[in-house]
C-alpha cells in the first residue's frame, strides 16, 4: 500500500537525440552492456550516423534530474503497402527501471511512427524477457504468429 504522502514517481520526459554529444556517448557506453552482454558499447560515429539517417529515429528517456536513463530507436520505411514502423533496442537503465520509462519510450514512439504516417509498428522481444513482454502487451502490442529468420552477415575489416 501506498502512503498518500509519498510523493508521486518524477515523470520521464522523452526526446529525440539530434546530435552525438559526450553525454549521449556516455549514456550508451552504460546501457548498451545492459541491452546486450555481447554488443561493444556504440560508438560516437555510429551515433551521429543513427542521428543523422533518415530512416531511423533515436528516443531518449531522461529522469527528472535529467540523466539519460533509457533509449529506444525507431526505424521508419516505406515498402510498396506502405509506411512501417519497427522498434529496436529499447534499453532502460537498471537504477530506473519500474518507473514508467520503457512505457514512455514506447508510447513516444508509436507517437512517432503515426505521425509521419506508418501502418503498423512492429518489434520482437526474447521470450526471456517477461518484463519487456509485459509492457508490450500492456501498451497495446499482440504477440503474433510468424517467423523470424536471421542471416548473420560478415562485416567488412574496414567497416564499409
Known sequence: MTDATDPAPAP??????????????EAFTRLIPQLSSSSAPTSRSDLAAIVES??????????????????????VFRIPTGVRAWIEDVVVDDSARGMGVGEALVAAAVARASSVGAKTVDLTSRPDRESANRLYVRTGFALRTTNVYRRTLEVPVDGS
Not at 12 to 25: C, G
Not at 57 to 69: E, P, Q, S, T
Open 54 to 75: 533518415d530512416a531511423s529515429i533515436l528516443l531518449i528517456a531522461r529522469d527528472a534530474a535529467g540523466r539519460i536513463v533509457g533509449s529506444l530507436t525507431l526505424a
Open 12 to 25: 520521464v520526459v522523452v526526446s529525440e537525440a539530434v546530435e552525438a554529444t559526450d553525454e549521449l556517448v
